[in-house]
């Protein structure tokens, strides 16, 4: 994610500079892991709410903005991103092009999809691709 400039989708502050902010009391600065699917969204449509605890799952965001979007349905989270939000999200291989994958009933295919993406990006880094 940082070879690729990622960003926290609200406050567009760079992946690894908020790593970098950390204290004794943060090891991790600012930065935190945002489930997508949270476990709230998953058992609010029966599924097994571990299922939120998948990689394919996560994105890095900022503490403040895994608040904000804290037990958010993921497409209600995509409409609410400004243009350039969006832009930041796409990074990390959220946004449109995920179509309707992200309604909570289709939230196995987004992760299939998603997952897929991921690897791929992880190939190309690594000169596998």
Request: charged letters at 25%.
């Amino acid at each position: 994610l940082v070879s690729r400039g990622a960003k926290d989708w609200l406050t567009g502050a760079a992946i690894d500079s908020l790593a970098r902010a950390g204290s004794a009391s943060l090891p991790t600065g600012d930065l935190t892991v945002h489930q997508i699917f949270s476990r709230k969204v998953l058992a609010d449509v029966e599924y097994d709410p571990d299922d939120a605890n998948i990689a394919a799952n996560y994105a890095l965001l900022s503490r403040p903005t895994n608040s904000e979007f804290s037990n958010r349905q993921p497409d209600e989270v995509l409409a609410a991103l400004k243009p350039d939000e969006r832009q930041q999200a796409e990074t990390q291989f959220f946004g449109v092009a995920a179509g309707d994958l992200l309604s909570k009933e289709r939230h196995y295919d987004f992760l299939k999809w998603r997952a897929e993406r991921l690897a791929d990006s992880i190939n190309e880094f690594l000169g596998f691709s």
